[in-house]
């Protein structure tokens, strides 16, 4: 996957143990190869901008934008 550091992604899959759901907005922190597998840093915002959490998945979690796609607004 082709992914920039500060990129929007949605997450494809739930984040166990978390509230975040899949279809969830975050922000790409960094990086990372692990061997074979790339990590990615992501943190989640409010919709007001406040930080909710910080998270290292692999990229097989996140997905880059669509332009056809739309926001939605829930509560934690």
């Known amino acids: 996957m082709n992914l920039e550091i500060y990129q929007e992604v949605a997450l494809k ?15 790409v922190l960094s990086i990372k190869e692990e061997g074979k597998k790339e990590m990615i840093e992501i943190e989640f915002f409010s919709i007001l901008g406040q930080s909710l959490g910080v998270y290292i998945v692999s990229s097989d979690y996140v997905q880059v934008l669509s332009p056809t796609a739309v926001a939605n607004m829930r509560e934690l």
């Open 13 to 27: 899959k739930n984040l166990s143990k978390t509230k975040f759901k899949k279809g969830d907005l975050c922000t």
